[in-house]
């Protein structure tokens, strides 16, 4: 500014300040496989961080922000032979 004479700020500095983005904040809101109830408006408030950060992480890890985080289910050693079965009985 002094070497402008100009009182407005500069596009550079416009703005207000976001948080930057570490892997200790990444992991801290990819805890959400310890706590899948937890919501995102929750997440940023204990961890004092801008929402649209918490929402970037979570989409690109592949997580739905707006809806509970579920686990895909396994097939067990007992599916096989029930999926035998139904094969056969499809034909």
Known sequence: MRETGNLT?????????G?????ALEEAVLEVD?????????L???LHM???????????????PYSYY???????RDDFPRRVNFCRWLQ
């Open 9 to 17: 700020p500069s596009r550079q500095n416009a703005g207000r300040l």
């Open 19 to 23: 948080t930057k983005r570490t892997s």
């Open 34 to 42: 310890e706590n899948p109830n937890i919501s995102t408006r929750n």
């Open 44 to 46: 940023v408030h204990n």
């Open 50 to 64: 801008n929402s649209s950060l918490v929402h970037r992480i979570l989409k690109q890890e592949k997580y739905h």
């Open 70 to 76: 579920t686990k895909v289910q396994a097939l067990t």
